[in-house]
């Protein structure tokens, strides 16, 4: 098979393009940057120099497939930015897409995007739950558009898929590299202990939803995917702390409604001040990771045979020992 993918020098396509290779299909990966062309092919997949956010029509090879793996996230910025790449850029691949012969075309999306403006705890939630479209967040909110529109380009001949992982980790990911540094600059901060479900999906199991759906599923719709274990946020973090030879057990804890004040008070500040980079706590960041957040995934267990054979021990080795921070 021949298959396209994007974002791949990123988590998700930095792991999924040397599985695919292995299986034997023929690999593409789109960029936009010369500069990446060592990395992908070294990887195995041969660079497609093309920009998602370029107003001009994509040109991409003869495929078969496409998995659509890249995304503009961050917790705050202005908002145009995330729907010109998140929705735009989508848009534009579906059609690119069927025009180069994909009969098959499967989104990364979001489990976060039925998550509410309000901070409800989500529990056991299925794909019958809503989702939200013009959410304050406007990641969440552009992902959610995205996803709707990839589920809408479904027809004979050309099936959509949208996957729909929680909070993704692995080897690289940017969690687990910013933490020490938040650790022990005192800037973390558990918003009410940490003491609820929070679902994950290590990136291996992400790659393995992504082969499943390459193969089997019926088009147009979404799935759930999620490890076999859900942790607690605690639980999560004090795992990855240690695997860097710190510990949470002098971290401080704030009250979820404060830390959404907080968080909305230093995104305002952001905008005025047009800093680049993240607040230390924004809004999106406290409604994302400050409450439970647990999914059913049964329905991708049940329809494309997705196991979620990646363990959290098996993910946490998958670190390896450059993980390991010497304790300071």
Not at 11 to 26: C, F, K, Q, Y
Not at 141 to 152: F, G, M, N
Request: aromatic share 8%.
């Amino acid at each position: 098979m021949k298959i396209l993918v994007t974002g791949g020098t990123g988590l998700v396509g930095g792991r999924l393009i040397p599985r695919l290779v292995e299986a034997g299909h023929e690999v593409f990966a789109l960029t936009r940057s010369a500069s990446s062309h060592g990395r992908l092919k070294a990887l195995g997949a041969s660079p497609v120099d093309a920009d998602l956010e370029s107003r001009a029509p994509l040109s991409l090879p003869a495929i078969d497939s496409v998995v659509h793996a890249a995304a503009l996230f961050r917790f705050s910025g202005p908002r145009q930015p995330y729907f010109r790449t998140n929705v735009d850029g989508t848009a534009a691949l579906l059609k690119a897409a069927e025009k180069a012969g994909a009969r098959t075309f499967v989104y990364i999306s979001a489990a976060g995007i039925i998550m509410d403006d309000a901070g409800s705890a989500i529990r056991h939630a299925d794909e019958s739950a809503p989702t939200f479209p013009n959410h304050s967040s406007a990641y969440l909110a552009s992902k959610a558009q995205a996803e709707a529109i990839v589920l809408a380009a479904n027809k004979p001949g050309f099936r959509t898929i949208a996957l729909r992982p929680p909070a993704i980790w692995g080897p690289g990911d940017p969690f687990s590299r910013a933490l020490p540094t938040a650790i022990k600059s005192g800037q973390f901060a558990f918003i009410d202990r940490g003491d609820y479900a929070f679902s994950t999906c290590h990136v291996d199991n992400v790659v393995e939803a992504v082969q499943c759906a390459l193969e089997r599923g019926e088009g147009g719709h979404a799935f759930f995917i999620s490890d076999r274990e859900r942790p607690t946020f605690r639980e999560f973090v004090a795992a990855l702390a240690k695997l860097q030879g710190l510990s949470i057990d002098r971290l401080r804890s704030i009250p979820y409604r404060l830390a959404s004040t907080v968080g909305r008070t230093l995104d305002a500040i952001w905008a005025v001040t047009r800093r680049k980079n993240d607040p230390p706590l924004s809004r999106s960041m406290v409604r994302m990771i400050g409450r439970e957040f647990g999914i059913d995934d049964a329905a991708a267990r049940r329809e494309l045979g997705y196991v979620g054979r990646t363990s959290r021990a098996e993910g946490l080795r998958s670190y390896g020992p450059a993980m390991v921070a010497s304790p300071s």
